[in-house]
């Protein structure tokens, strides 16, 4: 009986063990998923470190790595694959993937105004936007770079066929402290707050102050599959990621330090700085419909798309 009994336990620890390792998890384990960032960790990704580091995803049930991209890697292309759950994407990334039938979803917005502007040296001929008509504008050679200085210089009043565009690549800070180009499109929230850091006086116009409705640059998205598949992994993840800049916005000291925390390289006068100017455009609101609209308009105005998106099929407005 003794000898009985002591196989039936070691059958029901075998079985036990079996049970957790099988499948690689326990029955209510946390459900393995991954998101890919648009670009290199920075104070924009400050609610996501912070919904990691608080729990906010484990406790919805996530157990989320979080891919830093590499110079290759095409988010849109990892989502259709499959290799990847989530990823941020640049709104007009997100459009031009559905154009090509990638069949991707916006989840939520990451910033609730777009980042894009366009910098001008402080002492230069170019006070205001309309008076790049006649002057050299540094551009990174990316589409999206003419349409900010267009909508800018034409909603001044200006001529945008006037404006001397000039490709200097990432590097509007030092051109423009070098006085190579007299403005440069660059981001208000990255390379204006650099350039402050620095002493370099500079003038900064917001693409959505000329021109541009107030769209969400950046976007949590998923594939229409994993929407249609997994709609409980998808809510939550949302409901952890909001949950996360909420807490950013209360504690933006402790949501600071989470980031740094997993990101031990980054210098934290600069990302205290960034996260400084970002804040009141964190907020984790739903997509407004409207400037959804507004903003399809514009870009396909502007040639970034070929014609405007489907509203309700290329961002789930569920909320």
């Known amino acids: ?81 499959g290799r990847t759950d989530f990823a941020i994407l640049d709104i007009t990334d997100l459009a031009i993937a559905d154009e090509k039938g990638l069949e991707l979803v916006g989840l939520m917005p990451i910033v609730q105004r777009p980042l894009a502007a366009v910098l001008a040296r402080a002492e230069g001929p170019v006070a205001r936007p309309r008076e790049m008509d006649g002057h050299t504008v540094g551009v990174t050679g990316l589409p ?23 490709t200097i690549g990432f590097n509007a800070v030092s051109a423009l402290a070098a006085g190579k180009v007299d403005a440069a499109t660059g981001f208000w929230n990255a390379e204006a707050v650099e350039a402050q850091r620095k002493g370099i006086p500079l003038r900064v116009f917001k693409v959505d102050e000329y021109g541009a409705p107030p769209y969400p640059e950046l976007v ?71 400037v959804l609209r507004e903003w399809s308009a514009w870009a396909s105005a502007h040639g970034l798309l070929p014609r405007p998106v489907d509203v309700p099929r290329t961002f789930d407005l569920a909320d």
């Open 144 to 166: 999206s770079d003419t349409a900010v200085v267009e909508s800018e210089v034409s909603a001044d009043g200006g001529n945008p066929q006037g404006v001397d565009e000039v």
């Open 220 to 290: 949590l998205t998923t594939t229409r599959k994993e929407l249609e598949a997994e709609p409980q992994l998808v809510e939550a993840m949302v409901a952890a990621t909001r949950h996360g800049y909420r807490f950013t916005e209360r504690q933006p000291q402790k949501a600071l330090g989470d980031l740094l925390a997993a990101n031990p390289s980054l210098e934290r006068a600069d990302q205290e700085a960034q996260l400084e100017v970002l804040l009141p455009v964190l907020h984790p609101l739903p997509f407004d419909q409207a």
């Open 1 to 81: 009986m003794r000898r009985a009994a002591a196989l039936l336990a070691a059958a029901l620890l075998l079985a036990g063990v079996a049970g957790c390792g099988g499948s690689g998890a326990e029955p209510g384990a946390p459900k393995g998923a991954t998101v890919v960032l648009d670009f290199t960790p920075n104070a924009v990704h400050t609610g996501i470190y912070a919904a990691q580091a608080e729990g906010y995803y484990e406790d919805r049930g996530i157990d989320l790595q979080i891919q830093v991209p590499g110079e290759s890697t095409d988010a849109p292309k990892l989502l259709a694959a």
